[in-house]
């Protein structure tokens, strides 16, 4: 079955350090992917997409992501994390030929001062 | 501005009592979703429309209806069959499959 996981629950990392959220996946073949952020209580936005070509996605918030084929990952990386980036974050992945998307459980990231 | 409106942010309702999530987008956006968050979890698809006068069921459409008369709205509907009803509700769009989803604020519904 199409899946998508995140192993880590949650993530705490001080200011001014360096980030890398974890997402895999598990499809027949490379699926579209999105990292997604959600503060509390709100809906989610769309942080960046990878449907083909350059490995190495851009995105908004200082926030990129590298897609490896061979490790079936899409992790999502910031080099300087800055408190307001404490949120949860979804990985999702989408086969892009009708079916729909599938989120990982999400990870919540903590800011420390 | 374009974008995504749910509306109430906050809905409260008795057991027994239908109650229906509204959901506008300006987006010009054929597809539209429901998602269901429980804390701690991640988004469980509800219903979803890809096209006008259409739609089909997701993983957890038990409880619940839709209905799509118009390109722009996509109520939902929490029926007192749902057993569980209390949540987070976001309803989301895209231009088509295959293409991102833009999220709306979300309702969340308690249910006492």
């Known amino acids: 079955a199409q899946s998508v996981t995140q192993p880590d629950i949650h993530i705490t990392v001080s200011e001014g350090a360096s980030l890398e959220l974890r997402c895999n996946y598990s499809?027949?073949?490379?699926?579209?992917l999105f990292w997604y952020v959600q503060s509390p209580g709100q809906g989610l936005q769309l942080l960046l997409k990878y449907f083909s070509g350059d490995t190495l996605v851009q995105g908004i918030k200082g926030f990129e992501a590298e897609f490896k084929r061979s490790q079936s990952s899409f992790n999502l990386r910031k080099p300087s994390v800055h408190w307001s980036d404490a949120a949860e974050y979804f990985c999702a992945a989408q086969k892009g030929n009708g079916q729909n998307f599938v989120f990982g459980p999400g990870t919540r990231l903590s800011v420390l001062p | 501005d374009g974008g995504i409106t749910q509306s109430p942010k906050y809905l409260f309702r008795k057991e027994g009592q239908n109650v229906t999530l509204s959901c506008e987008q300006n987006l010009n956006h054929d597809a539209m979703y429901w998602y269901r968050q429980d804390p701690g979890q991640g988004l469980r698809l509800i219903y979803y429309?890809?096209?006008?006068?259409?739609?089909q069921k997701g993983d957890i459409a038990e409880g619940y209806s839709v209905s799509r008369e118009k390109k722009e709205s996509f109520p939902l509907t929490v029926t007192s069959a749902q057993k569980n009803p209390t949540a987070f509700y976001l309803c989301?769009?895209?231009?088509?499959?295959?293409?991102?989803?833009?999220f709306g604020p979300g309702t969340r519904l308690t249910v006492t």
């Open positions: 499809y027949g073949a490379t699926p579209y």
């Open positions: 429309s890809q096209i006008v006068n259409d739609f």
């Open positions: 989301a769009s895209s231009a088509g499959t295959g293409r991102e989803q833009y």
